[in-house]
């Protein structure tokens, strides 16, 4: 996406007009731009300088952010878009203004209903007070220039704008009066006393003067408004140190932060904002990374770890490499999503932006038609022209224009101070939609480390002697199960002892000689060749209780139970054995994240339907999930395989798929939405739509309740924009007179039009007070596959009793077995779940109310295993 300044806008109808003059261009594909930071993102292949042209022949100004503004209108300092230039403008407009209109009140307003004392030159004199109100009026009016030139600009262009609806209220009650003041300078030479007394009520100087400094003081709060919109983005801006100390040479020198080069090493004392990515290469450290994950509590580096540019350094002494630099540090992408997700449009905003595209022609033809009708039911010409003035003055483009991208950027800027990048507005928009949460395993609900969970020695042996010869096997293996054990024995202070005739079986096992022994470790399909035993798994299948030979661990049916409790436990049993026979078990297992299992639970509060998938095996990705508490399981799934099961669930609703790895790019790209766990890969988060940089699952739940919460404020705004048009454009016309008597002097009107779009910005600016971890607040939706209400819930199944059965199926082996019966019985409508146990060969079902013994029947054959009907 390439980014423009555009500078001139005033309303969501010149938002509109350049929108439709850059989607004209050849080689545009799409282009939304935001009022609210005054840019434009454009994606395709369009020359940068058509664009620019398109723009300025629109009557607008546009550059290449970073570059000065061309056109007519002023390049913004810096090329820094977000700097509020306009406030400080506006600021000096109002004074100017009120200055100015003061003494004209006075004139128009105290004397003339409050009987004040006026000048001597001005005592009596009414063709001196005239053009005494002329004159100060036409000051006003110059001083606030800017809206006459940008409206009838677009009017000529045929392209109006709400400048074209101040300048057309302006200009109408200016001209009337100036109409009047030549009437009456024609009745004064006549000496019609009465004639001169009734055109010096028609006066409308004042009411001139005063729209256009209650417009502007509504425009100046506006401005003020919107800049406080941009904090968040203008604060990470501001992040960067401007400087680095280098180490060339052998000697340290400060230079620019542009000046740093990939390759070269920096220093950074205690204290110190890291000036660009990088790696230690000496000395360790403890860095508060809080400005970009928004975790306050400092990580600890040391040499090898990656540090970030804008992190800093809390304590010790450290020298870096520096790894990227410039617009390819973790903070410039950061500063890049947050920007690009203020220069796109949420979908919710195109309702806005289809109303505004017509907004400001149907203002200008309802004041027409508003003059029209009160002249041809008999008012005078002053009354019609007073209602036509208010209907301009009073309508609002701006309040629709701003609705949406304010409170887009609000919410985007405090879920970038969570550690949560929304790289789209529509992302925002979307991950409030989510029904379906679909969650990669390994790396996004567990650790993604293995670690040593269990030891379980086997006869006489102990514990350490296991240890130590698992340590010396495993040493030699770089598979992530041997690091595991590694780690854990260095942990323990054990002493490597050295191995000979090392031999690796790829994914089965490790064998070696270690003080004469022959050792070996690994699976049991691998092992049970190794050793004076028939198989351990299917000892128990052939009928047979033999004690494994040497060992006193009792029977090999015993043991076997021993490594199927561990796999229903999450854990990987390693078997090691020594001279054939076996000396003990080492489980390792993938360990679950602190907060996987309430990160989980609050999704499910929220209604969301939550999928786990994984290539593991069904046994250990059952116990995994069985401890977080996901709804549904697709274990030894591939990557393709993830995106199939993605498509299909995408027919339930809407999907969101959270993945870290390579092989969750495709599913994160399939999903209607994906988000990536910040520590994962470059690939995943390029993929993803919305990035976690804490790598917390909590931050899930999160970013909900943030795009929640934003939608809600948009719809808040849109409801007050829409509504008060809606009531206040009748109002303005008279159309309340014949009923209430009620009617609006035009400044009431132009007051209104000004608070009405600083009411819409405040109300968005309430989004920075959102409690993103507060879980009181979350709303009750229903599950959209179960289709149950998750809190607070009352059985679905009203008017069912619940029942449980117990069945006998014969010929089950295994976990896998058991596995297999419970599915084949949960897919039976009214089985709610099926609990299976081989060695007693029993199932137990719970059901709502009664189910059909043909069909489990029918279930269970279908699956290959023997029905021996309901124990009672």
Known sequence: MEQYNVTGMSCAACQATVEKAVNKVDGVKSCSVSLLTNSMGVEGDANPADIIRAIESAGYGASLKGAKAHGTTTAIEGGDPLKDTETPRMRKRLIASIVLLIPLLYVTMGHMLFAWPLPSFLDGNHMAMGLYELLISAMVMVINQKFFISGFKGLIRRAPNMDTLVALGATASFSYSVF??????????????AAVSYYMDQFYFESAAMILTLITLGKMLEARSKGKTTDALKSLMKLAPGTATLKRDGSEIEVPIEEVRVGDLFIVRPGDSIPVDGYVIEGESAVNEAALTGESVPVDKTVGDRVSAATVNSSGYMVCEASAVGEDTTLAAIIRMVSDAAATKAPIAKIADRVSGIFVPAVIIIALITFAIWMLVGQTFPYAMARAVSVLVISCPCALGLATPV??????????????????????????????????????????????????????????????????????????????????????????????????ASGNGLKARLDGHEI?????????????????????????????????????????????????????????????????????ADTIKEDSKEAIDSLKAMGIHTVMLTGDNEITARAIADKVGVDEVVASVKPDGKE??????????????????????????????????GAGTDIAIDAADVVLMKSSLMDLAAAIRISRATLRNIKENLFWAFFYNIIGIPLAAGAYVAVFGWTLNPMFGAA???????????????????????????????????????????????????KEMKITVKGMMCAHCEAHVKKALEAIDGIESASANHEENLVTIDAAGDVDESLIKAAVEEAGYEYAGIID
Not at 180 to 193: H, K, W
Not at 661 to 670: H, S, V
């Open 520 to 588: 070996i470790a690994g699976n049991e399909a691998y092992v049970s060749k190794y050793i004076d035993a028939v198989d351990i798994l299917e000892e128990k299948a052939a009928g047979g209780s033999r004690d494994i030979s040497g060992t006193d661990a009792g029977s090999g049916s015993e043991l076997s139970r021993q490594i199927k409790a561990l796999a229903r436990e999450g854990k990987t049993p390693i078997l090691l054995a020594m001279d054939k026979k076996i000396i003990g078990i080492i489980a390792v």
């Open 180 to 193: 009047a003041l030549f009437a009456m300078s024609s009745a004064v030479l006549e000496g019609d006393s």
């Open 407 to 504: 409170a887009i950027m609000v919410g985007n800027g405090v879920a970038a101070r969570t550690g949560i990048l929304f790289k789209t507005a529509q992302s925002l928009e979307q991950a409030g939609k989510t029904r379906i949460m679909a969650l990669d395993k390994t790396g996004t609900i567990t650790s993604g480390e293995m670690q040593v969970t269990d030891i379980i020695p086997v006869g006489d042996i102990s514990e350490t002697r296991v240890l130590t010869m698992a340590y010396a096997l495993e040493s030699k293996s770089e598979h992530p199960i041997s690091g595991a054990i590694v780690k854990y024995a260095m942990d323990k202070g054990i002493e490597l002892s050295q191995t000979s005739d090392f031999e690796v």
């Open 644 to 677: 199939a099961v993605i498509k299909e669930l995408m027919q339930h609703g809407e999907v969101t798929m959270v993945g870290d790895g390579i092989n969750d790019a495709p599913a994160l790209t399939r999903a209607d939405m994906g988000i990536a766990i």
């Open 752 to 802: 209104a039009m000004g608070l009405s779009s600083f009411c819409v910005v405040s109300n968005a600016l309430r989004l920075g007070l959102i409690k993103v971890y507060d879980k009181r607040r979350d709303r009750m939706i229903k599950d959209p596959v179960k289709g149950d209400l998750i809190i607070n819930t009352v059985d679905d199944s009203k008017g069912k009793e619940d």
